[in-house]
């Protein structure tokens, strides 16, 4: 099936809406693919900090020597305890991982 025609959907023919925001964001063609994955259904979409959590978590063992979870904990915009759950609760994994 010749799907070329589809390239020519544009943002705003989505008039004034969600769909038009998102597809100047992310181009018609990704949000087509979005439609496809996930259309009629309900979806929801956190907020960009919880899509992140893992990879900031990630950082923070990464960057951890001991002393510094005030520095890390400023420069990730957390708490110092925050730090040290994230890093008590990764060796914690990876004691049940041995």
């Known amino acids: ?6 390239s020519e959907l544009a943002p705003d023919m989505f008039g ?4 038009c925001t998102i597809a100047e964001e992310i181009g018609p063609a ?13 979806f929801y979409v956190p907020i960009e900090d919880r899509l992140l ?3 900031r978590n990630k950082k923070i063992v990464e960057e951890y020597n001991g002393y ?5 904990a400023k420069k990730y915009g957390i708490t110092p305890r ?3 759950n994230i890093i008590t ?10």
Not at 68 to 72: D, R, T, V
Not at 89 to 98: F, G, H, R, S, V
């Open 1 to 6: 099936m010749d799907d070329s025609w589809k």
């Open 16 to 19: 004034d809406t969600l769909y």
């Open 30 to 42: 990704n949000l087509l693919k979005l439609s496809r994955l996930v259309g009629g259904s309900s």
């Open 53 to 55: 959590r893992p990879l």
């Open 68 to 72: 510094n979870g005030k520095e890390l």
């Open 82 to 84: 925050m730090v040290y």
């Open 89 to 98: 609760l990764d060796a914690a994994d990876k004691t049940q991982q041995n």
